[in-house]
């Protein structure tokens, strides 16, 4: 897609207060001697101050690298150059971020999400509450980071697992800041949607003692944020070129009958719509400590702890109605009136004769607490050897026993008109009446559900580096690690939510003696549970969508959740307690173990081509891995059905006793070995230009999901689920190549070509039919229907492939001033992938946009500082299996503003603007005709001041 750079001029800005960057701090994949490391040491500290600073320090990583790289350091102490970590991330060649309420949240880096990528701090995995690989950057506080180190061609040295990348994420160390440091921060954050005005606050005291050979560093960070999201749903459309023969029902002539001709095309209106309003707060608190005992320039000892917690609790407010006959409705839909298009397909419509509206109440909380704590020993033993000892332990726990809630009520109203004929990219929507608080609704579903997660990664390794006196040699380094996660999901929900539904349709054929009826009435056709009027509630927001073209509905009513609880125990209290109340589902629940056990030994070798020197690292990484995993499967071949007809001749099953005795316990254990050679070659054809090439193999383990004996049963689609816990990782082969132009400390001009060949894909979906049970009818057995298996499966492999250019000048020496403080950033992503099954041609892996940019102007001069950035990214696959197709997330820019000016030497006040034109983010199905989803969050205003002594 075509995509046109709207960038504007910049403003004024600001520098920053003092912050130390030690090109001696340990990196994960230094290339260099330890010997070079040792000598680091002892030289002169680089101070940090500001952009330019920042940018130089990036370089001189990047350009030191032996392999492919990238790096962002922190402008200053508690200084970050974006306010969230996946957002300073994207500003990176080749990575785009996925949001969360308009805060980036994941990361995907050329091409390949979160599962693909390992993210490590200070070299270190850290365990997460996801029960994918996947890593939540909004965890960790920016104010806590020294620097971002992004590498996407592997050393054998590196932790395996990552095909997309490996990330690491640098805290600060004692010893590498001057003496005694205080340093503080306050903001004050302003969100427009909400209008609420929300504290954050970092504090950071760093001390050296006993001659600078020990130090302490201690950071304490807290944010509260309150969050608005209005969004519009649409679902379920009909593709007319690949659906020739759907039609949906319509009563158009409304005599409550299916005549002929009353089927439609209705490709252009989805099945249902629905309307929210996204009301969360967040609380974050984080904490770090850095204890470093350096007694000797032989010993180098470093204890590091990270923790953090995070904590939302929000609502969202919902209302939906459904547009076309589905099994949930009363019947098929009253039409009022149809428009079609040019194409014969529906563009409005108006359902009228009791319309049926769902209210609905969704609430999730999260609740986290993650922490790590390492120590590792570095000992310079002789001027040829070093050893490094380094051990840890991680923990992250999400606690939920059943908080979460999705609540549905339905109500009716007289009409309902959704209309597309205009030019507005959301269809024009009005009810009549609106629903409020004063409209009789019924109770229909209420579902009550939390998975509790504790995740624990432990890590120990054992390395070294020796330099042999071997002219072309320049070390070898060896070493061995092992690492064992653990996660444990325990599931809680209701066991029938509906239960309440249908005016008590589910307690004739319950062990329930009674229950009260007095409350059923005929709504809509339906004979439901009236909801008392104390259970609703008028709405707690207004200007819902405000910004977005368009009609949408008025605030609608919500519920208070105790009262609607009070009401379904007057009705039956035993029923709400077992049915509605959420229990523990041990089928749902899991135990995994996986442990892994490497061995690597690279070298660097060098010398000269030509005159021009080079840096050629070989290397080789074996690693074991073991599996064993404790879940729940569903005894499939024991199940025995009741084959019964209803009083219209319809085929009913009924399952004979309780679900939950058709499943058993299962255990499952599996490894597997891989054997990981890489290159990484670096030609310095002159003091400033560099050429890079890398090749390796790699992989990436699959989603914990997938490992566990974990299945299910949907009966209404005859569906069986079934894990398989013995699904191998993806393999595949890597190269990059790069050319890079350093024409100054502050300035560069980058490409990078990659390609990855990967082996198979693992992917969700249909394997074959398989035979449940038997079929009794009149106490003899029949032939049943088949089920469909679906199992995450190895599939046909892919190609990806694409280029990376990136530029960055700073104009100090060019122009005159003031304009000499205007520097840029540019870069530009291509991003391609093919399936080998020529089936999946058409479809790319979900999260890659083929185009993606970054550009960011800035200004540092004197005392004012400050940025303008503009990042965007070209459509790109959201579900490939979404309801009616393939669902895609449209393009989507972003422009972010910062200035700051220096009240004094170390004081300075800073000003944030997220989101500074106020942008939506939006999903289609197939076309961008067919709207599947749009959210407005709007923008976030921060003002702070930061202070150091």
């Not at 969360?100 to 509450?129: H, K, P, W, Y």
């Not at 309780?658 to 891989?674: F, H, N």
């Not at 090439?693 to 999901?705: L, M, Y």
């Amino acid at each position: 897609m075509k995509h046109t750079l709207k960038l504007c001029a910049v403003g004024l800005a600001v520098s920053c207060a003092l912050s130390q960057y030690a090109h001696a701090q340990e990196t994960e994949q230094n290339s260099g001697s330890d010997e070079q490391d040792k000598a680091k040491q002892q030289v002169e500290k680089i101070e940090v101050r500001g952009v330019r600073s920042s940018i130089k320090e990036s370089l001189f990583l990047k350009k030191n690298a032996v392999g492919v790289m990238d790096a962002i350091v922190a402008e200053d102490i508690g200084k970050f150059p974006d306010q969230n970590l996946a957002e300073a991330l994207q500003r990176m060649t080749g990575i785009a971020i996925t949001r969360n309420a308009g805060e980036g949240q994941n990361v995907t880096v050329r091409g390949l999400g979160g599962d693909f990528n390992v993210t490590t701090i200070n070299g270190r995995r850290m365990a997460s509450e996801h029960t994918s690989r996947d890593f939540n950057f909004d965890l960790i506080a920016p104010e806590m980071v020294q620097a971002l180190e992004v590498y996407k061609s592997p050393q054998a040295q590196t932790q395996e697992g990552g095909i997309g990348s490996v990330i690491n994420i640098k805290t600060r160390r004692p010893l590498d800041m001057d003496g005694f440091t205080l340093a503080g921060s306050a903001k004050a954050i302003y969100e427009e949607r909400t209008g609420d005005t929300n504290p954050q606050a970092s504090f950071l005291i760093s001390d050296t003692f006993f001659d600078n050979t020990f130090g302490a560093l201690f950071t304490a960070v807290y944010s509260e944020r309150t969050q608005r999201e209005d969004s519009y749903e649409g679902q379920g459309f009909y593709d007319p070129e690949e659906n020739t023969d759907v039609r949906v029902p319509v009563d158009s002539n409304r005599n409550g009958e299916l005549d002929e001709g009353e089927k439609v095309h209705p490709s252009m209106i989805p099945g249902y719509v629905r309307y929210s309003n996204w009301q969360d707060e967040r609380e974050r608190i984080g904490a770090s400590l850095a204890l470093q005992w350096r007694p000797t320039n032989d010993i180098d000892v470093t204890f590091d702890s990270l923790y953090s917690s995070y904590k939302t609790d929000g609502e969202k407010y919902q209302i939906s109605f459904v547009t076309y006959d589905e099994p949930w409705t009363p019947g098929i839909p009253a039409v009022g009136e149809l428009k079609f298009n040019e194409d014969g397909n529906v563009n409005y419509i108006e359902l009228v004769d009791g319309a049926m509206a769902e209210l609905l109440n969704v609430s999730e909380p999260r609740n986290t607490d993650t922490w790590q704590a390492g120590l590792n020993f570095k000992w310079y033993a002789t001027s040829d050897l070093t050893l490094e000892f380094d051990v840890s332990k991680s923990r992250a726990e999400r606690i939920n026993d059943g908080d979460n809630r999705y609540i549905v009520a339905r109500g009716f109203v007289d009409t309902i008109t959704i209309d597309q004929t205009g030019d507005n990219l959301l269809p024009d929507v009005t009810m009549s009446p609106a629903l409020n608080a004063d409209q009789p609704f019924g109770a229909h579903y209420s579902y009550n559900y939390g998975t509790e997660v504790i995740s624990d990664v432990e890590e120990l390794r054992l390395e070294g580096t020796f330099i042999p006196e071997w002219e072309f040699v320049k070390d070898i380094k060896f070493g061995f690690h092992y690492g064992k996660q653990s996660k444990a999901r325990d599931v809680s929900k209701s066991n029938n939510p509906s239960m309440f539904s249908n005016g008590g349709a589910y307690f004739k054929n319950s062990d329930y003696d009674s229950f009260d009826n007095s409350s059923v009435e005929k709504l809509g056709g339906l004979n439901l549970f009236r909801l008392p009027a104390d259970v609703l509630v008028p709405a707690n927001f207004d200007n819902f969508l405000e910004g977005e073209p368009g009609m949408h509905p008025a605030p609608w009513a919500s519920f208070d959740y105790d009262k609607l609880y009070a009401f379904y125990q007057s009705i039956n209290a035993q029923a709400a307690d077992e049915k509605i109340r959420a229990s523990k589902s041990p089928k749902d629940s899991y135990e995994l173990s996986e442990s892994t056990f490497a061995l690597y030994l690279e070298t660097n070798l060098v010398g000269e081509l030509s005159e021009m020197p080079y840096n050629l690292n070989l290397g080789v990484r074996a690693i074991k891995t073991e599996i064993t995993s404790d879940g729940y499967v569903f005894d499939h071949p024991s199940l025995v059905y009741n084959v019964e007809e209803d009083e219209d001749g319809d085929i009913i099953y009924r399952i004979e006793g309780d679900i939950a005795d058709y499943y058993s316990d299962s255990y499952v254990e599996d490894d597997y070995t891989d054997v990981l050679p890489s290159m990484n070659f670096k030609l310095e054809i002159t003091d400033s230009l560099l050429f890079r090439t890398s090749a390796a193999k790699v992989i990436t383990r699959p989603s914990i999901d997938f490992l566990t004996p974990y299945s299910s049963i949907n009966f209404s689609k005859f569906e069986l689920n079934l894990a398989n816990p013995g699904i191998k990782p993806l393999r595949a082969n890597q190269l990059d190549l790069g050319l890079e132009w350093y024409f100054s400390d502050y300035g560069a001009l980058t490409f990078a070509t990659y390609y990855k060949d990967i082996k198979s894909v693992i992917a969700q979906g249909r394997v074959g039919t398989i035979k449940v049970g038997k079929f009794i009818k009149d106490g003899v057995e029949v032939d049943g229907p088949e089920f469909t298996q679906v199992s995450p499966r190895s599939e046909a492999g892919a190609e990806i492939k694409g280029f990376e250019i990136a530029y960055q000048q700073s104009f100090e020496e060019l122009l005159p001033a003031p304009f000499d403080g205007l520097g840029m950033q540019i870069n530009y992503t291509f991003t391609d992938s093919k399936y080998d099954d020529p089936e999946k041609d058409e479809l790319p892996f979900a999260g890659m946009s083929e185009h993606s940019y970054n550009a960011v102007i800035y200004y540092e001069k004197d005392d004012y500082q400050a940025r303008i950035a503009y990042n965007w990214r070209d459509d790109y696959l959201k579900y490939p299996d979404a309801w009616g197709g393939p669902e895609w997330a449209a393009d989507y820019g972003q422009f972010d503003f910062s200035a700051s000016y220096n009240l004094t030497e170390k004081t300075r006040i800073d000003l944030n603007v997220t989101n500074l034109t106020n942008e939506r983010q939006w999903s289609y199905i197939k076309t961008q005709e067919q709207v599947s989803h749009l959210s407005r969050y709007g923008r976030s205003i921060s003002l702070g001041i930061n202070t150091s002594f």
